[in-house]
């Protein structure tokens, strides 16, 4: 499963992150995988795509970060896997909100 991991960095301060970063990595724990990522330009929010299977993962990962960043957890499918659920539906006369 994928997830839009929204991180805030706490005070807004990107260096403790970027310091634990280059000192000890992304502290991932196997089976979890890091896709991409973006910041906010004001270093609010950074969003980071990650995939896993199991949840337990994340939470693990989650907390070797949690002194540093809050976290918020959207599961998300891509836009062409929706795009052909719709389409198949459509086509089978269902989510046509009649």
Known sequence: MLFMIVERFKSRDPR???RRLAESGRQMPGGL?????WIEPNFDRCFQLMETDDL???QT???AWSDLLEF???P???SKDTRATVEAAAKAGKGSGT
Request: a neutral charge; proline letters at 10%.
């Open 16 to 18: 403790p992150i970027y």
């Open 33 to 37: 995988k890091y896709l991409d990522s």
């Open 56 to 58: 337990r993962l994340l």
């Open 61 to 63: 990962w989650i907390l």
């Open 72 to 74: 918020e957890i959207v």
């Open 76 to 78: 998300v499918v891509p």
